[in-house]
T-cell receptor, first 116, second 110 residues
Framework: ETGVTQTPRHLVMGMTNKKSLKCEQHLGHNAMYWYKQSAKKPLELMFVYSLEERVENNSVPSRFSPECPNSSHLFLHLHTLQPEDSALYLC???????????????FGPGTRLTVL | QKEVEQNSGPLSVPEGAIASLNCTYSDRVSQSFFWYRQYSGKSPELIMSIYSNGDKEDGRFTAQLNKASQYVSLLIRDSQPSDSATYLCAVTKGYQKVTFGTGTKLQVIP
């Protein structure tokens, strides 16, 4: 769909499971983002990485752990989640993280997560 | 007060009409403004971006920004059923703190 891919597209997990979401961008961008989208709520920014360094963590519970091994890959490690964590998790990337006009974000297709 | 406010809709317009989507924001130092379209079950895709006061046109889409009144709007001319989607307004300020609205659902009736 775009230059940003996410796997898996759907995930069902129990509260005691450990799983990871993967995002890969093929756009040569320097910044990557994780968002949570729940029904009837605005997109919630979770984490931002710029040049593989975490630059923003919006008070996300520690059961969500991001990892950015390089500028093309972003992971979200999940552990001991709660049913209220069920949502669409979207990855995005942008050229830079600098507040300029080049910072348009491009979204991946998302992972639909269900926590039982 | 929400940082970015949108009417959730649904906004229903007949095919061929102009759809007008509005967004207000609370932080006066906001610098960049974006409209995303999100089809049901899909991820958001960028429609328009605008950074300075006035109008910006791209095909059937026109974004309007009024920083003094703190609102940004999106006009869709000659609305088509394929325009039916949820439209998300996003606002950023320095250091890329991006905030999204809840979105307005648009329905174009054939």
């Amino acid at each position: 769909e775009t230059g940003v891919t996410q796997t898996p597209r759907h995930l069902v997990m129990g509260m005691t499971n450990k799983k990871s979401l993967k995002c890969e961008q093929h756009l040569g961008h320097n910044a990557m983002y994780w968002y949570k989208q729940s029904a009837k709520k605005p997109l919630e920014l979770m984490f931002v990485y710029s040049l593989e360094e975490r630059v923003e963590n919006n008070s996300v519970p520690s059961r969500f752990s991001p990892e950015c091994p390089n500028s093309s890959h972003l992971f979200l490690h999940l552990h001991t989640l709660q049913p209220e964590d069920s949502a669409l998790y979207l990855c995005a990337s942008s050229q830079d993280y600098s507040g300029t006009t080049t910072d348009t974000q491009y979204f991946g297709p998302g992972t639909r997560l269900t926590v039982l | 007060q929400k940082e970015v406010e949108q009417n959730s809709g649904p906004l229903s317009v007949p095919e061929g009409a102009i759809a007008s989507l509005n967004c207000t924001y609370s932080d006066r130092v906001s610098q960049s403004f974006f409209w995303y379209r999100q089809y049901s079950g899909k991820s958001p895709e960028l429609i328009m971006s605008i950074y300075s006061n006035g109008d910006k046109e791209d095909g059937r889409f026109t974004a309007q920004l009024n920083k003094a009144s703190q609102y940004v709007s999106l006009l869709i001319r000659d609305s088509q059923p394929s325009d039916s989607a949820t439209y998300l307004c996003a606002v950023t300020k320095g250091y890329q703190k991006v905030t999204f609205g809840t979105g307005t659902k648009l329905q174009v009736i054939p």
